[in-house]
T-cell receptor
């Protein structure tokens, strides 16, 4: 597609439930990133994929968070046992390996009630 | 520990005037800086960048200035237009990730 696509755009879930957030990067972009933006904050890095492998997952807050990119294209961010503090906008970006080539999707707004 | 700081949460400027958005950083090893613009319900979009080997980069109405000794950068928008109203994020590129500030909401009024 022309841009980075994220689905769903909004997700409301109950505390303790499992959620999956999907990211479709720009075709041909080998690098894919997940960021999280909490209210009043800037985006915070979660994880970076180069191809199929997670090159840097140092931003994942704890082991409830996991992300995959099995075929080097679409990525899924998975959150287990959601907590109210997980409520945020989750942003995905892909890149043609230049920092100026970073393109963000519109994000998934996750609300844990 | 906030490595990139935007101390002004909001700025209001009249159309046609200059908007100056400021950003400070703590890590002298950062060597590339970017400004992103974000509209509601959209992802951040790249605006302009600067390498640490330069002290100024200009693109149309947008100019970014870098003062390495002060660990400070600023974005100048001249002239400001109502369509510039958005949240602006400063970011530093560090290895494989961007480190963002908390953003400044710019409102340009007629």
């Amino acid at each position: 597609g022309a841009g980075v696509s994220q689905t769903p755009s909004n997700k409301v879930t109950e505390k303790g439930k499992y959620v999956e957030l999907r990211c479709d990067p720009i075709s041909g972009h080998t690098a894919l990133y997940w960021y999280r933006q909490s209210l009043g904050q800037g985006p915070e890095f979660l994880i970076y994929f180069q191809g199929t492998g997670a090159a840097d997952d140092s931003g994942l807050p704890n082991d409830r968070f996991f992300a995959v990119r099995p075929e080097g294209s679409v990525s899924t961010l998975k959150i287990q046992r959601t907590e109210r503090g997980d409520s945020a906008v989750y942003l995905c970006a892909s890149s043609s390996l230049t920092v100026m080539g970073y393109t963000f999707g519109s994000g998934t707004r996750l609300t844990v009630v | 520990d906030q490595q990139v700081k935007q101390n002004s949460p909001s700025l209001s400027v009249q159309e046609g005037r200059i908007s100056i958005l400021n950003c400070d950083y703590t890590n002298s090893m950062f060597d590339y800086f970017l400004w992103y613009k974000k509209y509601p319900a959209e992802g951040p979009t790249f605006l302009i960048s600067i390498s640490s080997i330069k002290d100024k980069n200009e693109d149309g109405r947008f100019t970014v200035f870098l003062n390495k000794s002060a660990k400070h950068l600023s974005l100048h928008i001249v002239p400001s237009q109502p369509g510039d109203s958005a949240v602006y994020f400063c970011a530093a590129y560090n290895t494989d990730k961007l480190i963002f500030g908390t953003g400044t909401r710019l409102q340009v009024f007629p």
